[in-house]
């Protein structure tokens, strides 16, 4: 029986709002409920003001969990992620959470975890760790961006970075890097790949781990409105076992899902 976990709907204060880079802030909300809930790759829904524009809430990433708060990692892209990043100490924000499901961490199935992000995919890379850390697995960080500002290693440890441009690490895509590096990564016993990232990338992963024989999951991102199953905004198109394909709802069946599942 999969876990029920409750989901909170609160005025959360904003307690830090701190830039990471010229277009990604961190921002930490008291949110004791969703905190004492969340898992990796969970997510939460968040309204980042009062009015109707952005009418929609914002869906994000739950980077962290520290006691009764949780951070978000957030890139500038429009509107609601510009208020977020201008957001200061003391603002209250409309937090929905934590939805979706999570990454199956389960450590009798591998022994070492290659966490593989692009970008702003990065995000859910860090709350990931630290569970993996907990229960002793090993874990390295397979890291890409176009070029080295782009590079998002916040907190992260056991970084192996991979640059489009060369200007930092292995020049080439991070499914490269990999590649790269498959011989030696078989020596640290069972591998399970974890991937957050652009869709071209995330497909690239799973092909990458259809070859070798590596159990992968992927976390997506969709265009969302409710965030729990209401608006049918968030479907995507996936594998059945049978070979066909069907919708789901990420908000609700992901955002991890098994990389098989993904149509390449
Ligand atoms: C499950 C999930 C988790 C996410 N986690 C994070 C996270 O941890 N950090 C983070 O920075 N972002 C994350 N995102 C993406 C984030 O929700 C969007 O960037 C945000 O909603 C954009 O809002 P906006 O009002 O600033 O931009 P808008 O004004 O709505 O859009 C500006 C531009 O961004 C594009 N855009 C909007 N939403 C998305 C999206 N979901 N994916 C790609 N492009 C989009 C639009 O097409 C448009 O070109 C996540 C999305 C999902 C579905
Ligand atoms: S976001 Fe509304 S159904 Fe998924």
Do not use: W
């Not at 969703?34 to 952005?54: E, M």
């Not at 209250?92 to 934590?98: D, E």
């Not at 799973?206 to 997506?220: D, G, M, Y």
């Amino acid at each position: 029986m999969p876990e029920i976990v409750p989901i909170a709907d609160i005025p959360a204060a904003i307690t830090s709002s701190r830039k990471i880079s010229r277009d990604v802030s961190i921002i930490t909300f008291e949110c004791p409920e969703i905190a004492a809930a969340a898992r990796p790759g969970n997510f939460v829904n968040i309204k980042v003001n009062a009015s109707t524009q952005p009418l929609l809430r914002r869906p994000f990433s739950i980077h962290n969990v520290e006691g009764s708060t949780i951070d978000i990692m957030a890139k500038t892209v429009g509107c609601g992620t510009a208020i977020l990043a201008d957001s200061a100490c003391g603002d209250t924000m409309q937090v929905l959470g934590p939805l979706g499901n999570c990454f199956n961490t389960s450590e009798c199935t591998f022994d070492t975890a290659l966490l593989v992000s692009g970008g702003i995919g990065t995000a859910p890379m860090f709350f990931l760790e630290k569970k993996l850390t907990e229960q002793k697995t090993a874990c390295i960080n397979f890291i890409g961006g176009r070029t080295s500002e782009d590079l998002l290693r916040y907190k992260l440890s056991n970084c192996r970075i991979a640059t489009d441009d060369g200007s930092e690490g292995f020049r080439g895509t991070v499914v490269d890097l990999l590649e790269n590096n498959i011989g030696q990564m078989k020596e640290n016993g069972r591998l399970k790949v974890f991937a957050c990232g652009p869709n071209p990338m995330l497909k690239a992963v799973a092909a990458f781990c259809r070859k070798h024989n590596i159990p992968c999951e992927v976390s997506l991102e969709s265009v969302m409105g409710c965030g729990i199953g209401i608006c049918y905004g968030c479907s995507v198109e996936v594998t059945t076992p049978e070979g066909g394909t069907e919708s789901i709802l990420l908000c609700r069946e992901g955002p991890v899902i098994d990389a098989d599942r993904l149509v390449l």
